[in-house]
C-alpha cells in the first residue's frame, strides 16, 4: 500500500512540472459546483461530508457519499447569467462509488453587428459539461478518485469539444478530524477547437487541509490553488522582488472557517486571496474575495446556499438541493 501511495504522489508531482496552467478556454470549469465549497472561498478539496457537490470538487470524496443521492444546483452568477448542474451517485460495494453529473452555463442572447454597426439580428452562447466519476477506498485512510469529463461550448457559428480528467487522493483520519488532499484538474485538451489552434484547459493543482477541532465546533481549511504557476515576474531591485514574490505566494491561498453548532448543520465563512487581488479597482477590493454560507440535513433531505463576491459591483448566489432515494 506504501508502494501504491508513492507511485500516485510521484504521479502528481510529475503533472505539477509538465502541465501548463491557466489555460485559456472552458474558463467555466472553474465556477464552484457546491455552494459550499463556495462559501468557503470558492473551492475545497478535502471537506469530508456526506455530500455529492464536493466530489465535483476531488473525486475522492466521493466516497462519502450516500448511495442513491440525487442532487439539483443553480447558481446566479454575474449579470444574469445562470448556471445549473445536476448529480446522481451509486455505491458499488464496500469500497467503491460511482457519479455522473451534468453542468449547464447559459450566456444568454447577444445582438450581432457587422462593422459599420448595423444590427443583423442575435447569437447565443453555451457551455456543457458531463462528468463520470468513480472513487474506491485504498485504506481505511486513504481513498482515490477519478473524474472524466465531456465538455462542450458553442459561441454564435463558433463550437468547441474537449475531454478533460480530474486526479484526487485523500487521507483522512477520523479520530483527529484530520483531512489531506492532493487534486489534479482539468487534465486533457481539445478534440474539436474554436478555430484552427487548439488551446489549453484550464489545468490546476491543488492541494488542501481541514481540521476539526477537538474541543470547539469548528472546523478550519486552507486550499492552495493554480501551484504550476509562480510567476512574479522580474523586478528592479531585490526588495521589490521579495515584495512581489509575498503577494504571488498570498495568492495561491483560499481560506476556509466552518461553524458546526449540530451534526446537521454548518455556517461557513471564506476568503480568496487571489479573487480579491485580481477584482482590486484602486487598490478596493469592495469585498471581492469573500465568501459565506449555510447549510442544513432535514432528515434524507440537505439544502446548502451560499453568497460569494466575484467582483466588487456584483454579487452571485448558489443553491444546492440533495435528497436521498
Known amino acids: 500500500m506504501k508502494q501504491l ?35 468557503l472561498g470558492g473551492d475545497n478539496v478535502s471537506i469530508i461530508e456526506d455530500d455529492i457537490t464536493m466530489a465535483v470538487h476531488n ?42 453529473t451534468a453542468q449547464y452555463v447559459n450566456y444568454g442572447n447577444f445582438k450581432e453587428t457587422n462593422a459599420e454597426d448595423v444590427e443583423l439580428g442575435t447569437f447565443s452562447a453555451k457551455d456543457m459539461a458531463f462528468t463520470g466519476i468513480y472513487s474506491y477506498d485504498l485504506s481505511d485512510y486513504w481513498s482515490g478518485g477519478l473524474s472524466t469529463k465531456m465538455i462542450y461550448s458553442t ?35 481539445q478534440i474539436k477547437a474554436f478555430d484552427e489552434v487548439r488551446e489549453n484547459l484550464p489545468f490546476d493543482l491543488l492541494v488542501g487541509i481541514s481540521k476539526q477541532l477537538a474541543h470547539a465546533p469548528f472546523r478550519l ?23 512581489k514574490f509575498s503577494k504571488v505566494l498570498f495568492n495561491h491561498f483560499i481560506l476556509g472557517l466552518d461553524f458546526l ?9 471564506g476568503y480568496n486571496c487571489k479573487r480579491a487581488s485580481d477584482m482590486k479597482i484602486d487598490q478596493v477590493s469592495g469585498w471581492s474575495g469573500m465568501a459565506l454560507g449555510a447549510g442544513i440535513q432535514i432528515k434524507r433531505l440537505k439544502i446548502g446556499t451560499s453568497y460569494a463576491k466575484f467582483h466588487p459591483s456584483s454579487s452571485s448566489l448558489l443553491f444546492n438541493f440533495a435528497i436521498t432515494l
Open 155 to 189: 459561441y454564435e457559428k463558433y463550437s468547441s469539444f474537449a475531454i478533460g480528467v480530474d486526479l484526487g487522493l485523500n487521507y483522512y483520519n477520523e479520530n483527529s478530524g484530520y483531512s489531506a488532499s492532493i487534486v489534479a484538474r482539468n487534465l486533457g485538451g
Open 59 to 100: 473525486p475522492a470524496l466521493l466516497s462519502c457519499v450516500t448511495d442513491k443521492t440525487l442532487n439539483l444546483n443553480y447558481m446566479s452568477y454575474i449579470d444574469g447569467v445562470g448556471v445549473g448542474s445536476a448529480a446522481f451517485s451509486r455505491t458499488l460495494g464496500e469500497r467503491s462509488t460511482w457519479a455522473v
Open 261 to 269: 453548532p449540530t451534526k446537521t448543520t454548518y455556517i461557513s465563512l
Open 221 to 243: 481549511s486552507v486550499t492552495m490553488h493554480n501551484l504550476t504557476n509562480w510567476d512574479s515576474s522580474s523586478s528592479s531591485s531585490d526588495a521589490e522582488k521579495k515584495d
Open 5 to 39: 501511495l508513492l507511485t500516485i504522489l510521484s504521479f502528481f508531482l510529475s503533472l505539477a512540472t509538465q502541465a501548463q496552467s491557466g489555460g485559456s478556454v472552458f474558463k467555466f470549469l472553474e465556477l464552484p459546483f457546491s455552494s459550499h465549497a463556495s462559501a
